[in-house]
């Protein structure tokens, strides 16, 4: 079982930047990758961005790439998400996960495991 522990959303205006942090404990596995899915009040959870465990291989999604940069310190199983040009529909609720499979035409959780989810608001 893995535990995941978020930090560092909140409000901000539209061109303003922010910066959340997982922190994994528990069962982790170098062939999954880690990151983040986002849901905006009404639509169903979408993928953001992920980095994989063993060559730290990143993933966008189309509506996030030249704005959000995905890292990792393995040392402190540790991803972050620098979020830059933030823009009003970025709005959501952030939630990370460790087991996210990326060979696939649509990112997915492999785990029911999530973390405690984080709000972003963008406002305009």
């Known amino acids: 079982q893995v535990q995941l522990v978020e930090s560092g959303g909140g409000l901000v205006q539209a061109g303003g930047s922010l910066r959340l942090s997982c922190a994994a404990s528990g069962r982790t596995f170098s062939s999954y990758a880690m990151g983040w899915f986002r849901q905006a009040p009404g639509k169903e959870r979408e993928f953001v961005a992920a980095?994989?465990?063993?060559?730290?291989?990143?993933y966008y999604a189309d509506s996030v790439k030249g704005r959000f940069t995905i890292s990792r310190d393995n040392a402190k199983n540790t991803v972050y998400l620098q979020m830059n040009s933030l823009k009003p529909e970025d709005t959501a609720v952030y939630y990370c996960?460790?087991?996210?499979?990326?060979?696939?035409?649509?990112?997915?959780?492999?785990?029911?495991?999530w973390g405690q989810g984080t709000l972003v608001t963008v406002s305009s």
């Open positions: 980095i994989t465990w063993n060559f730290g291989s990143t």
């Open positions: 996960a460790a087991h996210i499979v990326v060979v696939t035409t649509t990112p997915f959780n492999a785990s029911n495991a």
